[in-house]
T-cell receptor, first 112, second 116 residues
Framework: GNSVTQMEGPVTLSEEAFLTINCTYT??????LFWYVQYPGEGLQLLLK?????DKGSNKGFEATYRKETTSFHLEKGSVQVSDSAVYFC???????????FGSGTRLLVRP | EAGVTQFPSHSVIEKGQTVTLRCDPI?????LYWYRRVMGKEIKFLLH????????ESGMPNNRFLAERTGGTYSTLKVQPAELEDSGVYFC??????????????FGEGSRLTVL
C-alpha cells in the first residue's frame, strides 16, 4: 500500500543552522507530495508541494525536491529561526484514492 | 473567511462514555475529511465526505465510531462507547470539490480526546 516514512524527532538545532528532515514514500503510481506544518496551538497548514518528478516546492525559505529515483521528498532550509519550531509532516496524495497519507511527523526545536 | 473550526478543543471522558466531536468546514467546501493522530504517531485517515455522502470510510477503526454530515455542512464524529485507545487528536479538514491543486486541504486545530 501507499505509505510515508519520515525521520524520527525531535530535531534540535541552533538558530541559523541548516535543516534537513528526511522523507521517503512508497506508492503505486505517481503521487503528489506535500509538507504540512503544525505550529504550537495551531492546525496543520500546507508548507509546500510538488506534483511531479523533479519539481521543487518552496515556501518561507524551505525547499523540497520530488526525487522519483530515490522516492524521496526531503525538506531543507538553509538557516532556521526560532519561529520555525513546529511539527513537520510529509504526506502524499493519490488522485485514485483522493486522500492524504501522512508520515509520523518530525518535531523541530530551534534554540536561540 | 473563517477557517475550519473544531470543538471541543479538548475533551476528557471516562472509558465507556460517549463523546461527540464537531467540525465546521470552510463555507462552500464539499470535501470534508476526518483524521486522527494517536500517541505522536502518523496522522491516519478516518473518512471522507463529499457533501453529505460518505465517499470513503475505510479508515474508521470499528463500529464504535459514527460520522455524519448533515445537509452537507458541518460534521460530527461520535465515539460510543469510548475506549482508552481512542485517545488522540482528531483533525478535520476540508477542500473545495475538484480543486485544481489536489491534496491541498485546510485543517482545523484539532480536538484532543483523552479517555481515562
Amino acid at each position: 500500500g501507499n505509505s510515508v516514512t519520515q525521520m524520527e524527532g525531535p530535531v534540535t538545532l541552533s538558530e541559523e543552522a541548516f535543516l534537513t528532515i528526511n522523507c521517503t514514500y512508497t506508492a503505486t503510481g505517481y503521487p503528489s507530495l506535500f509538507w504540512y506544518v503544525q505550529y504550537p496551538g495551531e492546525g496543520l497548514q500546507l508548507l509546500l508541494k510538488a506534483t511531479k518528478a523533479d519539481d521543487k516546492g518552496s515556501n518561507k525559505g524551505f525547499e523540497a525536491t520530488y526525487r522519483k529515483e530515490t522516492t524521496s521528498f526531503h525538506l531543507e532550509k538553509g538557516s532556521v529561526q526560532v519561529s520555525d519550531s513546529a511539527v513537520y509532516f510529509c504526506a502524499l496524495w493519490m488522485d485514485s484514492s483522493y486522500k492524504l497519507i501522512f508520515g509520523s511527523g518530525t518535531r523541530l526545536l530551534v534554540r536561540p | 473567511e473563517a477557517g475550519v473550526t473544531q470543538f471541543p478543543s479538548h475533551s476528557v471522558i471516562e472509558k465507556g462514555q460517549t463523546v461527540t466531536l464537531r467540525c465546521d468546514p470552510i463555507s462552500g467546501h464539499d470535501n470534508l475529511y476526518w483524521y486522527r493522530r494517536v500517541m505522536g504517531k502518523e496522522i491516519k485517515f478516518l473518512l471522507h465526505f463529499v457533501k453529505e455522502s460518505k465517499q470513503d470510510e475505510s479508515g474508521m477503526p470499528n463500529n464504535r465510531f459514527l460520522a455524519e454530515r448533515t445537509g452537507g455542512t458541518y460534521s460530527t464524529l461520535k465515539v460510543q462507547p469510548a475506549e482508552l485507545e481512542d485517545s488522540g487528536v482528531y483533525f478535520c479538514a476540508s477542500s473545495p470539490f475538484r480543486t485544481g491543486a489536489t491534496g491541498e486541504l485546510f485543517f482545523g486545530e484539532g480536538s484532543r480526546l483523552t479517555v481515562l
